[in-house]
């Protein structure tokens, strides 16, 4: 089992930058491929992008390709999801996910472990 805790959420304009962390606790860090979604007010949560166990490999949601960018650091079992030019429809809450299987792509992604989530706000 692994414990998820985001960090780094919060209020910026738009256009800005923000950089969500993930800890997770646990020794098997590097044994689980990782994941970023998020769920604005009233939609669906859903997944924007993730990451391989080895971390060689990425996949993006369109909608946030090229503007955000998802990469680990096995050695401090953290993920991370760098966000660029940010767009007041990307307010929701990020919560990252931790999986057990091997991730091919978004579609097919499978997530047994989730953060609480923290909270990303983009004013106009």
């Known amino acids: 089992q692994v414990q998820l805790v985001e960090s780094g959420g919060g209020l910026v304009q738009a256009g800005g930058s923000l950089r969500l962390s993930c800890a997770a606790s646990?020794?098997?860090?590097?044994?689980?491929?990782m994941g970023w979604f998020r769920q604005a007010s009233g939609r669906e949560r859903e997944l924007i992008a993730a990451?391989?166990?080895?971390?060689?490999?990425?996949y993006y949601a369109d909608f946030v390709k090229g503007r955000f960018t998802i990469s680990r650091d096995n050695a401090k079992n953290t993920v991370y999801l760098q966000m660029n030019s940010l767009k007041p429809e990307d307010t929701a809450v990020y919560y990252c996910?931790?999986?057990?299987?091997?991730?091919?792509?978004?579609?097919?992604?499978?997530?047994?472990?989730w953060g609480q989530g923290t909270q990303v706000t983009v004013s106009s």
């Open positions: 646990g020794r098997t860090f590097s044994s689980y491929g």
């Open positions: 990451i391989t166990r080895s971390g060689r490999t990425t």
């Open positions: 996910a931790a999986s057990s299987r091997p991730i091919y792509g978004l579609g097919s992604a499978m997530f047994d472990f």
